[in-house]
């Protein structure tokens, strides 16, 4: 088994990878750490270009999570994927064997993430596995 952390650098994200690496050590599993994008359109140079600065962004902020669970003395493994976040987040899960999925929230109202359809909430209703949300802020 495995956890999976949906990771982006976001403030919510940051303390995502904090609990994810807090609960792979207790369990003594890997972290799968997962920076999905998905860029608007599917074709032409704008998309292409899109794309490109998304992997790059994508590569950074897996190289940081890295070093934080390297730090910690948890294994990782990383997934950089041209896909929506909910989706690519429960094709790790399903991979992986996951325990458990870990993504942060932008501490939005749960109206607005269901109207809006933010990926906790998604996940939250697609999700065979348990799914733990942690908030940006303590």
Do not use: N
């Not at 790059?56 to 669970?69: D, F, K, P, R």
């Not at 003395?73 to 909910?86: D, N, Q, R």
């Not at 993504?103 to 109206?111: F, R």
């Amino acid at each position: 088994m495995s956890i999976v952390l949906g990771y982006d650098e976001s403030p919510g994200a940051v303390r995502a990878l904090e609990a994810a690496i807090e609960v792979a050590a207790a369990y003594g599993e890997g972290l799968v750490i997962v920076y999905a994008f998905a860029p608007p359109g599917g074709v032409g140079e704008e998309f292409t270009s899109h794309q490109a600065a998304l992997k790059e962004i994508g590569s950074a902020a897996l190289a940081h999570a890295v070093e934080a669970a390297d730090e910690a003395g948890v294994p990782t493994t990383v997934e950089l994927v041209s896909e929506k976040p909910a989706q690519a987040l429960l094709a790790a899960a399903k991979k992986h064997h996951a325990r458990v999925i870990v993504v942060g929230t932008w501490g939005e109202s749960p109206l607005r993430g269901a109207m809006l359809g933010s990926t906790p909430h998604k996940l939250l209703h697609w999700s065979t596995v348990p799914i733990l949300c942690v908030p940006a802020t303590p």
